[in-house]
């Protein structure tokens, strides 16, 4: 069965913290895997990643894939409160069905 | 240009009841696709729709249905309501890119409905 398992569930930091969030998944059939940041309701959409290796990076937030480990990992460096929000990791299964994880709550405190 | 928009935002319902819940897809999107967040739980893919057809379905019971309209809009349905049915409804759309799957950069999320079951 196609799963997507994301840690920690929880986190809280202090303000200028780095933080890194895992993701690790068995799907067949990999096409991509995709971060959102979901603070209220509506997820927002943060990278898209298909290659081994290569950082993806916006700003603060960077991304990278390991496809022969299966995992992904997404840092925030120099965290700020509008950080706080639940980070997504989701993994395209065959065909066009999206799986998420359950998510990383992260928490800021100024 | 609006995004993706759904309604009601929030809804109340008893054991048995039925429920629709609508989503209209951002401009120029043609896939819609359904999914239920419970407390504390990421989204669950319920099912998705392309051309007015359900392309693809998770592991939802059939209480659980849907329908596209030839403007892209899209219905979710569901029957004999139960509590565990409480959850966030997200709608999310998109557009088939020219090999024929789903542009999943481009896939936006609308806020959702809350649906509580009483």
């Known amino acids: 069965e196609d799963k997507v398992v994301q840690s920690p569930l929880s986190l809280v930091v202090h303000e200028g913290d780095t933080v890194t969030l895992n993701c690790s998944y068995e799907?067949?059939?990999?096409?991509?895997l995709l971060w959102y940041k979901q603070e209220k309701k509506a997820p927002t959409f943060l990278f898209m990643l298909?290659?081994?290796?290569i950082e993806k990076k916006s700003g603060r937030l960077s991304s990278i894939l390991d496809k022969k480990e299966l995992f992904s990992i997404l840092n925030i460096t120099a965290t700020q409160t509008g950080d706080s929000a639940i980070y997504l990791c989701?993994?395209?299964?065959?065909?066009?069905?999206?799986?998420f994880g359950k998510g990383t709550r992260l928490h800021i405190l100024p | 240009d609006a995004g993706v928009t759904q309604s009601p935002t929030h809804l109340i319902k008893t054991r048995g009841q039925q429920v629709t819940l609508r989503c209209s897809p951002k401009?120029?999107?043609?896939?819609v696709s359904w999914y239920q967040q419970a407390l504390g739980q990421g989204p669950q893919f319920i099912f998705q729709?392309?051309?007015?057809?359900?392309?693809q379905r998770g592991n939802f019971p059939d209480r659980f249905s849907g329908h596209q309209f030839p403007n892209y809009s899209s219905e979710l349905n569901v029957n004999a309501l139960l509590l565990g049915d409480s959850a966030l409804y997200l709608c999310?759309?998109?557009?088939?890119?020219?090999?024929?799957?789903?542009?999943?950069?481009?896939?936006?999320f609308g806020s959702g409905t809350q649906l509580s079951v009483l």
């Open positions: 298909t290659s081994s290796g």
């Open positions: 729709y392309y051309e007015e057809e359900e392309r």
């Open positions: 999310a759309s998109s557009s088939v890119g020219d090999r024929g799957f789903m542009d999943n950069e481009k896939l936006f």
């Open positions: 401009s120029g999107h043609d896939t």
């Open positions: 799907v067949t059939n990999f096409r991509s």
């Open positions: 989701a993994v395209e299964a065959p065909v066009d069905k999206i799986i």
